[in-house]
């Protein structure tokens, strides 16, 4: 953002740099060992996932898509007049546009990504196309409380527009505080419309998280080059694999990094025992049936409104109102 200083920009660089040393450090610690997965999205993780979004596997992107393309005019009516858009995990804005399409009289437009120059990237592109829209970017980690701008007109109700499944990525006791956090955000006449990938078969699942250009992989591997580049760790990056698969049970995929070897990890003056074979959690990824979803947003204190499917109800688009 060119409106913040240099001095500024700096510090809060050193700001995420700490959190990110630190969040490594607890993770690698613990039994399993763990890394979370919002560091993936550097600038390099967000161009790999962008990829992953265009790959035949992932079927996920080019349905949700298609639901939105679809069904935009509908959701616009449903998110009602006067509205300021929020969107959490906004990363290049792509199926927004379907939305903003078809907003009624919109009053502002606020990306919200973790992923900086990502953000202001995008945000400057879709400021471009809609003119009419004041767009207001705000780079913050959205599992921590930030605060709204204000537009220069007042919105009527805020809605935060939440797609990609990414609430998969939580925990099901942490998505349930998210979508309670953002209940609050919005307030009583607040709207959320929110993507959910649904349960299926296994291969179509495990494919989508084991592309056969590997660029899930790389997307994967990028975490601990993130650690290397930025946090000095040693790491022999190369000596690691991608690991993910379905868990039945749980309804979730897991990703982990494998390592092939024994080695040590020397990550700010701490070292850190890795085993041949031994994982480390970088992710998860739930799958939910809409009713399960919408008994998981209930107890957040959403009630389902409407939802929209494609033809093998592989993905969902729900709209919820508090
Ligand atoms: C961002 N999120 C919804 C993706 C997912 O499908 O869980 C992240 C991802 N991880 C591996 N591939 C994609």
Same mark, same amino acid.
């Given at each position: 953002n060119s409106s913040i200083n240099p001095i500024a920009q700096q510090s809060m660089n050193q700001l995420a740099s700490e959190r990110f040393l630190n969040d490594s450090i607890a993770g690698l610690n613990q039994t399993p060992k763990q890394l979370p997965c919002k560091y993936f999205?550097?600038?390099? &993780?967000?161009?790999?996932?962008?990829?992953? /979004?265009?790959?035949?596997?992932?079927?996920?992107t080019r349905t949700e898509t298609a639901i939105m393309q679809r069904h935009a005019d509908e959701m616009g009516n449903c998110l009602g007049k006067g509205v300021m858009l929020v969107e959490f995990g906004s990363g290049s804005s792509i199926k927004t546009r379907y939305l903003l399409d078809h907003l009624i009289q919109p009053v502002a437009y606020v990306p919200v990504d973790i992923s900086r120059e990502h953000l202001y990237e +995008? $945000?400057?592109?879709?400021? &471009?196309?809609? =003119?009419?829209?004041?767009?207001?970017?705000? /780079? $913050?980690d959205f599992t921590k409380p930030? +605060?709204?701008?204000? =537009? %220069?007109?007042? =919105?009527?109700?805020? $809605?935060?527009? @939440? =797609?990609?499944?990414?609430?998969?990525? @939580?925990?099901?006791?942490? $998505? %349930?505080?998210l979508l309670e956090s953002i209940a609050h955000m919005c307030g009583e006449q607040g709207g959320l419309l929110i993507g959910v990938d649904l349960r299926k078969d296994r291969e179509t699942l495990e494919r989508a998280y084991n592309d056969t250009q590997g660029v899930t992989a790389q997307f994967n591997l990028n975490l601990l080059h993130r650690m290397r580049n930025e946090l000095g760790a040693t790491i022999d990056v190369d000596a690691f694999e991608h690991h993910a698969f379905y868990n039945e049970e749980a309804g979730r995929i897991e990703i982990y990094l494998r390592s092939r070897i024994d080695q040590t990890i020397q990550l700010d003056g701490q070292t850190v025992e890795v085993e041949a074979g031994e994982l480390i959690h970088t992710e998860y990824s739930h799958k939910y049936t809409v009713d399960g979803f919408a008994q998981l947003a209930a107890e957040a204190g959403w009630t389902l409104r409407r939802w929209w499917t494609d033809e093998n109800d592989y993905f969902?688009?729900?709209?919820?109102?508090?």
């Open positions: 999205y550097d600038q390099r &993780g967000s161009q790999l996932f962008d990829q992953i /979004c265009e790959t035949e596997d992932y079927y996920l +995008s $945000a400057g592109q879709i400021s &471009g196309d809609y =003119p009419q829209i004041e767009v207001l970017p705000v /780079c $913050a930030f +605060s709204l701008p204000n =537009p %220069k007109r007042r =919105p009527s109700h805020d $809605a935060v527009y @939440f =797609p990609g499944s990414t609430i998969g990525n @939580f925990q099901p006791n942490q $998505a %349930k505080q969902a688009v729900l709209h919820l109102v508090v």
